[in-house]
T-cell receptor
Framework: GESVGLHLPTLSVQEGDNSIINCAYSNSASDYFIWYKQESGKGPQFIIDIRSNMDKRQGQRVTVLLNKTVKHLSLQIAATQPGDSAVYFCAEKIIGNEKLTFGTGTRLTIIP | NAGVTQTPKFQVLKTGQSMTLQCAQDMNHNSMYWYRQDPGMGLRLIYYSASEGTTDKGEVPNGYNVSRLNKREFSLRLESAAPSQTSVYFC?????????????FGPGTRLLVL
């Protein structure tokens, strides 16, 4: 699910399977990264974040991986559920800076 | 806590009309932000306020003005709406200091300019 301009990438996953959503970030100076989940008609909801001094961070059913060498971020969701269906955005910033830059998002659909 | 609240939820304007989008947060956050979200795109920053009494331009400020009324409230004004401003507008807030970087978002205002 790489961001590819104006068309929202999509990913369909069978319920119960694991999903991986990818994101290429743009600024090599960014040192803070965050994943948001946005359900239809709602605002973005925080999922998990990671700082550049880490390459992996785990939450409940979610894991974020950071590869600074190739400026790549991924979100792994384990044992997907229907409620995981949403658009997922990665975002990057420089710690202390006010500006958070968003990727274009990936639409995840969980197939029952 | 209600978190970040926005009013109105929906609005239809005619070209040239003005309106103010309201945002309030009850988390005692220092920083507040206005974003717009267009189809197939991520959120783009319009304006932000790092603290009460200060505002700064973001990526797409043209056609908008903001007011940080107090620590809780941050409003976005369209003086003369244009069809290009049809979008979904999100307000967010963040607690500065102590390593807090996460922005928390409101439910959005859906604006249609005819």
């Amino acid at each position: 699910g790489e961001s590819v301009g104006l068309h929202l990438p999509t990913l369909s996953v069978q319920e119960g399977d694991n999903s991986i959503i990818n994101c290429a970030y743009s600024n090599s100076a960014s040192d803070y990264f965050i994943w948001y989940k946005q359900e239809s008609g709602k605002g973005p909801q925080f999922i998990i974040d990671i700082r550049s001094n880490m390459d992996k961070r785990q939450g409940q059913r979610v894991t974020v991986l950071l590869n600074k060498t190739v400026k790549h971020l991924s979100l792994q969701i384990a044992a997907t559920q229907p409620g995981d269906s949403a658009v997922y955005f990665c975002a990057e910033k420089i710690i202390g800076n006010e500006k958070l830059t968003f990727g274009t998002g990936t639409r995840l659909t969980i197939i029952p | 806590n209600a978190g970040v609240t926005q009013t109105p939820k929906f609005q239809v304007l005619k070209t040239g009309q003005s309106m103010t989008l309201q945002c309030a947060q009850d988390m005692n956050h220092n920083s507040m932000y206005w974003y717009r979200q267009d189809p197939g795109m991520g959120l783009r920053l319009i304006y932000y306020s790092a603290s009460e009494g200060t505002t700064d331009k973001g990526e797409v400020p043209n056609g908008y003005n903001v007011s940080r009324l107090n620590k809780r409230e941050f409003s976005l004004r369209l003086e003369s709406a244009a069809p290009s401003q049809t979008s979904v507008y999100f307000c967010a807030s963040r607690n500065r200091g102590g390593g807090a970087e996460t922005q928390y978002f409101g439910p959005g205002t859906r604006l249609l300019v005819l």
